[in-house]
């Protein structure tokens, strides 16, 4: 047993996605996130800051002394979770490899199509791993750099969206029997995206897929929490206003929370034996 917190990172509020679903598969597991909205989006930015901003968010977690990484940011999976996976000695998730074995296993017709960040679809990262594991199956990718503004802009349901994701993936409809959402903000937009696949494509979920993975680990290195535990306090950090992001995931998670405004070079400044 161990009544650590797990630690989740994203550039923002996307990562809540990953979250949902572990409050909903894991509910006494004690949460801490970060998401550093004042520096999203992360997928246009080039593969050195993306890393240095993941360490960032990273450390900051280490000094909420949590039991597991999860990282609920496909991009920062895609450009450092290899790298920090290696260097840690807690266990490290990304939410790459749940999204890409879950796609083929769903595909009835191996015409996968994954939507992403800039610098996720660069990366190639789904396709090399999807092929792996399938080589059948064929992948067309699609970067979709205006999504995740629309999401911390909280437009998610805003003509504004409808437009840009019916212009955006008007491409692909027709061409592909399952989607990957490759971006943890992307199930914000899920009805609108539905609503432009069809009815028939089935769409996966990174993010959900990585919570069996974690319900995994924790029983593989038997760390998870006591259910005889004190009650739990899940605590949610941001680098920009809380009232944004706080009214986004009170209203995405369906319940109270505690959010605090930090400043990240200031914490980790003071934490000098990181
Ligand atoms: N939610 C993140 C992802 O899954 C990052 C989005 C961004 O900041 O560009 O890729």
Redo the contacts with the bound molecule.
Sequence with gaps: MDNRPIGFL???V??LTVVKELIRQLPHEEIVYIGDSAR?????RPADQIREYTWQLVKFLLTKNVKMIVFA????TAVAWEEIKAALDIPVLG?ILPGSSAAIKVTQGKKLGVI??PM?ISSDIYRQKVQLLDPQVEVISMACPKF?PLVESNQTQSSIAKKVVYETLAPLVGKVDTLIL????YPLLRPIIQNVMGPEVALIDSGAETVRDISVLLNYFEINRSREAKAKNDYFYTTAGVTSFQEMAESWLGKAICVEQINLEEVLHESSDL
């Design positions: 994203d550039s923002g996307g990562g999203a989006p992360y997928g246009p940011c496909n991009t920062a939410v992403a960040t996720t995740v490759g971006c943890t903000h």
